[in-house]
């Protein structure tokens, strides 16, 4: 079975500009998490999706985004991009018979100049 | 304030030695603790998952303790390997959220030859 996969895996952008990135959960998966990590703030959950519908969600201001597409595949999205935003995004996918157990894909790495 | 704190911050041990990494959270409603392994460059990879009436769970060389009394838990990596070089993060998930976790910032693990 394929794992998570995410696209692009690295990306390079200026500060005011937006920026969509996109998460292939496993096959049989309905929900799929979005996290950001940097290495001062670690691993932070954005926001959860579960059959096209947010679940749950981080303390991210409005300019993340995502959201979810009927064959789970997800995309999240941020605006007016700051130099902060600089850091690893990851998407994990969970369901099937193990639904507790998220599986991450390899990350985007997004560079904000 | 929901905290996950994991210590130490970094450690280095030689091949075929034993270590144990500390994890000490505040957080509520306790739904389950995780343990992750990740590799420079990629995403988490799931070791074990213990709730709260669980207090110990292995895979292969990985060991987890779990006190919810203490609100700690342990993970023990017995006879290590060079392969075992990497981030090891606890992450407490939420009762009632779903996949809401809060994630420790790790410890970097160092197996030197």
């Known amino acids: 079975k394929a794992g998570v996969t995410q696209t692009p895996r690295y990306l390079i952008k200026t500060r005011g500009q937006q920026v969509t990135l996109s998460c292939s959960p496993i096959s049989g998966h309905r929900s799929v998490s979005w996290y950001q990590q940097t290495p001062g703030q670690g691993l932070q959950f954005l926001f959860e999706y579960f059959s096209e519908t947010q679940r749950n969600k981080g303390n991210f201001p409005g300019r993340f985004s995502g959201r979810q597409f009927s064959n789970s595949r997800s995309e999240m999205n941020v605006s007016t991009l700051e130099l902060g935003d600089s850091a690893l995004y990851l998407c994990a996918s969970s369901g099937g018979a193990r639904p507790d157990t998220q599986y991450f894909g390899p990350g985007t790495r997004l560079t904000v100049l | 304030k929901n905290q996950v704190e994991q210590s130490p911050q970094s450690l280095i041990i030689l091949e075929g030695k034993n270590c144990t990494l500390q994890c000490n959270y505040t957080v509520s409603p306790f739904s389950n603790l995780r343990w992750y392994k990740q590799d420079t460059g990629r995403g988490p990879v799931s070791l074990t998952i213990?709730?709260?009436?669980?207090n110990t769970k292995s895979n292969g060389r990985y060991t987890a303790t779990l006190d919810a009394d203490t609100k700690q838990s342990s993970l023990h990596i017995t006879a290590s390997q060079l392969s075992d070089s990497a981030s090891y993060i606890c992450?407490?998930?939420?009762?009632?959220?779903?996949?809401?976790?809060?994630f420790g910032a790790g410890t970097r693990l160092a197996v030197h030859p």
């Open positions: 213990m709730t709260f009436s669980e």
């Open positions: 992450v407490v998930g939420l009762s009632g959220g779903y996949n809401k976790l809060i």
